[in-house]
């Protein structure tokens, strides 16, 4: 006997607790499963490349902090190769280790955020959030110690950095690196052969590579697909190449693959973050910069190896002293768009752990 | 999507958990227990030399949020700009810490306090005196490497969270 | 074998209490007031520690400021609760909306009726105990169906309607475990499953232990099956509607079915009051902390499961083998030789590892994705 049945249609956000920020999906559901599924964004709009545009190349910088807030440090280095690639100047040797450790410690920071809150939105209570927290305060202490603040860092300027790194950072580093993998074991002892986790994220949305490559997924996001694509090796900057280091890639492309993914870049940032530690050069972290950039007229894109993937900026300068237009190309929002194909089919518990999966910051996608 | 191991992960999990019940929390109660923030912290409210500052408008300009308004009197005494109004309105400020980094003179300085909230919108606008130094608002090493030497160190978490996994 | 030797009706109504004046009527007053007392302080006792207890599980201090170790915690949450706004949506069905939290949290309350905290001290000591304490609990499930719904929220609704189709499935291996249990035992009654309880049940039941022990998780929404309250995914389910008092109460059910289930875990198969040198309440107080412990160490450490693989674990893996531990307990309490009861133990516990592993081998949770 077939019953009448009706599908309804729920709002899942601006205001739930799992959306991690104010993102709204207008999910129709046959009974619990997703029949349809509508991404709304723009809840958090605050017109960043517009007002880039009125600012010095100088003070865009801390605009760039508030993209994807929880990786900072990121954000600073993209735009900042944009516009020394745009101006044609180049940082010193020290400067750009420091930025290759920085940038590192800052993508273990983001991806332990992003696992735990991953695993909370598969329900378990804070427990594992809790703990990757504490992991990510220590690298925020390290932050702090640079840069005076533990979320907004604006440290790193057009051609180096603002100042050089107290002579407490390094001891400090060198007693993370040593200790960190420790804690990822305690991790993945946890977690990764946890039968519910398992149960929950194994085969669960699935991204097929060819998908993954058609919306230009990049990230854990991309290389949980199976597609060995990192920015870091496909177009080397800041001198990733000098760095020995895997790309850890899935294979099934589910939520479990990503997060495995995530886990595994956290310990070859480590291994990174070893190597810079040991090949740090002395001298000045800046280059000689007049403190008004006036770029010559033209247009620059450059692109790093975000945490969230490949996070780009386009620069265009009408040699005048503020950007004539920033375009960001943000990974969040990109990595959002297969959310739909991800879905449908799926039940409701099972949308809130592939979009967890998907680790997206609010701030970078609707910028 | 099998139990693959037959509850043994789940065991694992738990035994972590356990592990941790026995490890020394490391909550901080704020309001009692401090921990002392970065030598370079750019804390609440801006502090300000006037015997330094000389009207040029530096920081005013690299400011990206427009946040510093300084009014100078047009006669000068001993050949200096005399400063009628210098004004921060930190309820704008980001506390990017641009202005510090672009003053010549070295007269503008980042608060190293933090608990700096205030009652009422027009407290947050400081003018002249209320940002000169004092006991209650020193001024952190942000951009300074010998005010930062002279701080106390920071508390790291990482010193105190000695456990290994 | 036969644990109770010469037990009939006559040693039955032994265990009930001396002639007091007005004969039972004092008896029921007082236990009345012991199991409210008992339930309302057990559940503030429960609160504050699963809370400490989950802070420190996740290398946090929990609350506390109010009072020594912030034992006032419960109260203090108790009084906020009770000065909020009672709010009801527009569109809620009032009467049903009302009544809902009293449906919920009296059932709950009447299962501390059978439970013994000392030899023979308890309300009423019926010789159907396991049966009353089954029939009852499912009960409190009405009055969380019926908060979800007539609430008028979709999020409720969702939460309801998992919550009545999780208690239907697991109903059935909480009952089958629970029937080993009785078969051991040979009597319904809670008091004279307690007496027969030379060697607690647990050694001998192991498996039913387990099987009830998830099975009652996830009746009474504990995690990893708390899919009604699911906050990463329905906010707060069934009571995301509800404020003030009629919250308190919903808040108030949830842990004291908790305290239900413990309670009864702890007289079943933990040998309930029984214990050296401790008198016997406390032996039975403390051991239903005990089984509580083990439950928020449990919601500390998993993930929430999906609920057709909650669906899949009911009627695939614990179903099929309580009904085998069922026959396995028939079987040994028709032919076992009573006098080497603890040769049992061994042979109970292997059993239970090679069901747990070979089953777990077989099963396979949930389906995939679905074509809609």
């Given at each position: 006997m077939a019953l009448k049945t009706e599908s309804f249609a729920l709002n899942i956000g601006p205001l739930h607790p799992s959306t991690h920020g104010v993102f709204r999906m207008r999910a129709v559901l046959d009974g619990e499963v997703i029949a349809n599924m509508e991404p709304v964004f723009?809840?958090?709009?605050?017109g960043i490349e517009k007002l880039a545009e009125e600012r010095t190349y100088t003070g865009v910088i801390p605009l760039t902090d508030r993209l994807d807030y929880l990786a900072s440090m990121s954000n600073n280095l993209a735009y900042v190769l944009a516009v020394e690639k745009l101006a044609e100047i180049s940082a010193p040797e020290r400067a750009t280790y420091l930025r290759v450790i920085l940038a590192e410690l800052q993508r273990i920071a983001s991806h332990l955020i992003a696992v735990g809150a991953f695993v909370n939105d598969c329900g378990a209570f804070f427990t594992p959030f809790l703990y990757m927290f504490r992991e990510r305060e220590k690298i925020l202490d390290l932050f702090e110690m640079l840069s005076g603040q533990r979320l907004l860092y604006n440290y790193m300027r057009i051609g180096g950095f603002n100042q050089d790194i107290p002579d407490e950072f390094l001891p400090a580093l060198q007693k993370f690196v040593s200790q960190m993998p420790g804690f990822i074991d305690e991790y993945d002892r946890l977690l990764a052969e946890n039968e519910i986790l398992l149960a929950r994220t194994k085969g669960v949305g699935i991204l097929p590579q060819d998908l993954a490559v058609n919306i230009s997924a990049s990230g854990p996001v991309l290389r949980a697909s199976g597609v060995k694509w990192d920015i870091r090796k496909a177009d080397p900057y800041c001198g990733y190449d000098r760095f020995e280091f895997d790309i850890p890639t899935g294979t099934a492309g589910d939520c479990y693959d990503r997060y495995r993914v995530r886990i595994e870049e956290m310990r070859q940032s480590l291994r990174i973050i070893e190597q810079a530690m040991k090949q740090l050069p002395s001298g000045a972290v800046k280059s000689t910069v007049p403190y008004l950039v006036r770029p010559p007229a033209g247009e620059a894109y450059a692109h790093i190896e975000a945490p969230k993937g490949e996070l780009g900026f386009y620069l265009v300068s009408d040699n005048s002293i503020a950007p004539y237009r920033c375009h960001i190309r943000a990974p969040s929002l990109i990595n959002l768009t297969a959310l739909r194909d991800m879905t449908v089919g799926w039940k409701v518990a099972d949308l809130i752990v592939i979009f967890g999966s998907i680790d997206i910051t609010m701030g970078e996608v609707d910028r | 999507m099998k139990f693959e191991h037959f509850g043994t992960g789940i065991i694992k999990g738990l035994a972590v958990t356990l592990r941790h019940l026995f490890r020394k929390p490391i909550t901080t109660q704020y309001p009692e227990q401090k921990l002392t923030t970065s030598r370079r912290a750019r804390g609440n409210e801006l502090v300000w030399d006037i015997t330094k500052?000389?009207?040029?408008g530096t920081c005013a300009k690299a400011c990206p949020q427009g946040v510093i308004r300084i009014v100078t009197s047009a006669k000068p005494v001993e050949n200096r700009y005399v400063v009628e109004k210098f004004e921060v309105d930190t309820g704008y400020c980001i506390f990017c810490g641009l202005c510090v980094e672009a003053c010549p003179f070295q007269s503008l300085l980042m608060g190293y306090?933090?608990?700096?909230?205030?009652?009422?919108?027009?407290?947050?606008?400081?003018t002249n005196e209320m940002l000169l130094p004092s006991a209650k608002r020193p001024a952190s090493g942000y951009m300074y490497p010998k005010l930062a030497k002279a701080l106390p160190p920071q508390t790291l978490l990482i010193e105190r969270d000695e456990v290994k996994g | 074998m036969v644990l109770n030797p010469g037990l009939g009706m006559e040693y039955h109504w032994q265990a009930l209490p001396p002639d007091w004046p007005g004969n039972f009527w004092w008896h029921w007053l007082a236990f009345s007031v012991i199991i409210l007392a008992f339930v309302l302080g057990l559940v503030m006792g429960f609160i504050w520690l699963e809370r400490r207890g989950i802070g420190r599980f996740q290398i946090r201090l929990g609350p506390n400021r109010t009072g020594p170790f912030g034992l006032l915690q419960p109260i203090a949450d108790a009084v906020k609760v009770l000065l909020k706004e009672n709010i009801v949506p527009a569109a809620a069905d009032k009467i049903v909306h009302w009544l809902a939290p009293l449906v919920a949290f009296v059932p709950t309350l009447m299962i501390f009726a059978v439970v013994p905290f000392q030899d023979g001290a308890l309300l009423a000591d019926l010789n159907v105990g396991v049966l009353y304490i089954v029939a009852i609990s499912s009960i409190s499930t009405v009055g969380i169906f019926m908060a979800g719904w007539s609430s008028s929220n979709k999020y409720s609704l969702l939460a309801a309607m998992r919550d009545v189709a999780t208690v239907v499935s697991y109903e059935i291996p909480v009952v089958l475990s629970l029937a080993g249990v009785v078969l051991l035992a040979g009597s319904l009654s809670l008091n004279q499953i307690v007496m027969a309880q030379d060697i607690p049940f647990i050694l001998l039941q192991p498996l039913a232990f387990l099987l009830f022990f998830i099975a009652a998780s996830a009746e009474i929404n504990r995690?990893?099956?708390d899919l009604l309250e699911a906050d990463s995914e329905l906010v707060a389910g069934f009571h995301i509607e509800y404020s003030g008092m009629k919250f308190a109460l919903f808040y108030l059910t949830e842990y004291a079915e908790a305290l239900a289930v413990s309670a009864i875990i702890a007289t079943l198969f933990l040998g309930g009051w029984r214990g050296p040198v401790l008198p016997p309440w406390l032996w039975f107080v403390g051991k239903v902390v005990a089984v509580f412990s083990v439950m928020f160490w449990i919601r500390s450490t998993l993930p929430r499961v999906r609920i057709d693989q909650l669906m899949a674990l009911a009627w695939k893996f614990l179903l099929p083998l309580a009904l085998i531990n069922l026959v396995v307990t028939a079987v040994q309490v028709l032919a076992w030789p009573e006098a080497s009861l603890w040769a049992m133990v061994p042979v109970n516990v292997a059993i239970m590892a090679a069901l747990v592993v070979t089953w777990s081998r077989l099963l396979k949770l949930g389906g995939g994705r679905v074509e809609v």
């Open positions: 723009g809840y958090l709009h605050r | 500052c000389t009207a040029c306090s933090y608990e700096r909230a205030k009652y009422r919108r027009h407290e947050v606008v400081h | 995690t990893p099956f």
